[in-house]
């Protein structure tokens, strides 16, 4: 996708455009598509997330930190109207086999029309009322992952067991991300690459001779519950 947007003569600025876009690893070959009524903002959004490792989408963020900026492609495959923007995001990923895309979920949820006053009003009454007493929020804030919902087994690391990414990558000082280190422990046998050791302090204190190794070498794996 060219950064050049057509100008717009009133604020001389480049106008919005409204499109499908799709930023595609041609390392992996795996594609994420998306949509919404100003794709150079979309474009500006994501890069930024992934940078500060802050990206919603974790598969997007951990091919992001093992193979770089370089590796991603954005581009504008569709200038679409606002009204149709799901429609055709949708048919888009339906023609994508889960393997090669990025998207989580199976249906669109991005851009469409803005939503009207009284959309917002139902939706705000919706979810009004719904907060959790004190009682239930200190057994939430003090129940062990594995009483949680998305408890899927354990994270195997140098340190030890942990029953989550995240306090997995505490116990390692923090010295990687959480999503980092749930995809060496998930993918154990996926050699390292010049490109993840130059991304990656962790690796770079071993020196290059990780380069070749796999995440299960170092002591990374994944005990499913």
């Not at 990206?55 to 954005?74: I, P, V």
């Not at 030890?160 to 997995?168: K, N, Q, R, V």
């Not at 302090?201 to 020196?207: D, I, K, T």
Request: proline share 6%; hydrophobic share 30%.
């Amino acid at each position: 996708m060219s950064d050049s947007l057509p100008p717009n003569p009133e604020k001389g600025m480049p106008s919005p455009i409204s499109g499908v876009y799709a930023i595609h690893n041609h390392i992996t070959g795996k594609t994420y598509y998306g949509s919404g009524k100003d794709v150079s903002n979309r474009k500006a959004s994501h890069f930024w997330q992934m940078r500060s490792q802050r990206h919603k989408n974790y598969l997007l963020q951990a091919d992001f930190d093992q193979y770089g900026a370089e590796s991603f492609e954005f581009e504008l495959i569709q200038a679409v109207a606002n009204q149709d923007l799901r429609k055709v995001e949708q048919r888009y990923i339906d023609q994508t086999a889960p393997q090669s895309r990025y998207n989580l979920a199976k249906k669109a949820t991005g851009g469409g029309p803005p939503k009207t006053a009284e959309t917002r009003r139902k939706l705000s009454k919706s979810h009004t009322g719904k907060r959790h007493d004190a009682a239930t929020i200190e057994k939430i804030r003090n129940r062990r992952p594995e009483q949680n919902g998305s408890f899927s087994g354990y994270f195997i690391t140098p340190n030890g067991s942990f029953a989550s990414a995240p306090l997995a990558a505490s116990a390692m000082g923090d010295v990687l991300h959480f999503v980092t280190l749930r995809r060496w422990c998930q993918k154990p046998d996926t050699e390292f690459t010049i490109h993840s050791y130059k991304r990656c302090a962790y690796l770079q204190s071993f020196g290059e001779s990780v380069i070749g190794m796999t995440p299960r070498a170092m002591g990374f794996g994944f005990d499913p519950a």
